[in-house]
């Protein structure tokens, strides 16, 4: 059974800079989707930022495109998302989540397919201050 755990939320002041961490059990990190998500109080859940394990093709949101870097691990098995420049826009839970099955094609790690991903963690709260 896959388990994602999130960490390294916290609190920062605009402009700051905060790296969340995604640890993956029970799921090898090969031809994987592998996605960070959040959710704002009151407003619905989206994607952020999403990556695919065989060649490291990365996909990102608009709004956090030049600022935020995902990346992974495969040897901890971790997908890392480096937060530089935050601001309150991105005060939010962050989600990790997987593609529940392998993909042969990095378009399947897209956002057109965020709605796909499941597996979904806990989460870990960044609250960014103006």
């Known amino acids: 059974q896959v388990h994602v755990v999130e960490s390294g939320g916290g609190s920062v002041q605009a402009g700051g800079s905060l790296r969340l961490s995604c640890a993956v059990s029970?799921?090898?990190?090969?031809?994987?989707?592998m996605g960070w998500f959040r959710r704002a109080p009151g407003k619905q859940r989206e994607g952020v930022a999403s990556?695919?394990?065989?060649?490291?093709?990365?996909y990102y949101a608009d709004s956090v495109r030049g600022r935020f870097t995902i990346s992974q691990d495969a040897a901890k098995n971790t997908v890392i998302l480096q937060m530089n420049n935050l601001n309150a826009e991105d005060t939010a839970m962050y989600y990790c989540?997987?593609?529940?099955?392998?993909?042969?094609?990095?378009?399947?790690?897209?956002?057109?397919?965020?709605?796909?991903?499941?597996?979904w963690g806990q989460g870990t709260q960044v609250t960014v201050s103006s």
């Open positions: 989540a997987t593609v529940p099955w392998m993909v042969a094609d990095a378009a399947y790690c897209s956002g057109g397919y965020w709605n796909t991903y499941t597996n």
């Open positions: 029970g799921y090898t990190l090969r031809s994987a989707c």
């Open positions: 990556i695919y394990t065989d060649d490291d093709t990365t």
